[in-house]
């Protein structure tokens, strides 16, 4: 049973727009979601969070959105660049048990010039 | 380099063998964290340690696998009598005390059980 689903395994975008990554999550308890963006040969990395209270959190060119209500969250890149290009996993925490954090699948976006 | 490192990077294993994965976490960091990836899936959380704390060992799937951290730093996971659903890139990561989520993970290794 997947607690964390990202149902788009690719996403293709020209260099310059919008990457929209998508994520659904089952447990209305989580209250605390990540993005980790993962290069080839190399752990994921930290990207952004959010906290159940927000429905909005930006950090330069990346936004995440949450919507408590349809257990949605996503997240806006803006503007795409090469560098981009990576396997994006969405993740769900209960703060208060934070280390067994689930993980979705990862999508893997590519940027194209 | 300052990241968290994992040895070896790949490791072929024969069904029934043990095997043993290797940690350093980023200098400092009281927070570790093991999981693991099968192809196709998220990352599985296996186990925790925090600082003297006693691990969360909740995510560990069977009792073939084991895991220790010596001296607050480097942490050791085994998996013994090794079976070819083991196979998988197993991952470590760190973090500071003031945040409870892993945040610096290193490059994995690769587990294949033939």
């Known amino acids: 049973d997947q607690q964390v689903k990202q149902n788009s395994p690719s996403l293709s975008v020209q260099e310059g727009r919008i990457s929209i990554l998508n994520c659904d999550y089952t447990n209305s308890m989580f209250d605390y979601f990540l993005w980790y963006k993962k290069y080839p040969a190399e752990g994921p990395t930290f990207l952004i969070s959010i906290s159940s209270i927000k429905d909005k959190n930006e950090d330069g060119r990346f936004t995440v959105f949450l919507n408590k209500s349809a257990k949605h969250l996503s997240l806006h890149i803006v503007p795409s660049q090469p560098g981009d290009s990576a396997v994006y996993f969405c993740?769900?925490?209960?703060?208060?048990?934070?280390?067994?954090?689930?993980f979705g699948s990862g999508t893997r976006l590519s940027i194209r010039p | 380099g300052a990241g968290v490192s994992q040895s070896p990077s790949n490791k072929v294993t024969e069904k029934g063998k043990d095997v043993e994965l290797r940690c350093d976490p980023i200098s400092g960091h009281t927070a570790l964290y093991w999981y693991r990836q099968s192809l196709g899936q998220g990352l599985e959380f296996l186990i925790y340690f925090q600082g003297n704390s006693a691990p969360d060992k909740s995510g560990l799937p069977s009792d073939r696998f084991s895991a220790e951290r010596t001296g607050g730093s480097v942490s050791t996971l085994t998996i013994q009598r090794t079976q070819q659903e083991d196979s998988a890139v197993y991952l470590c990561a760190s973090s500071t005390d003031g945040n409870p989520t892993p945040r610096y993970f290193g490059p994995g290794t690769r587990l294949l059980v033939l």
């Open positions: 993740a769900a925490i209960l703060y208060s048990s934070a280390s067994k954090i689930i």
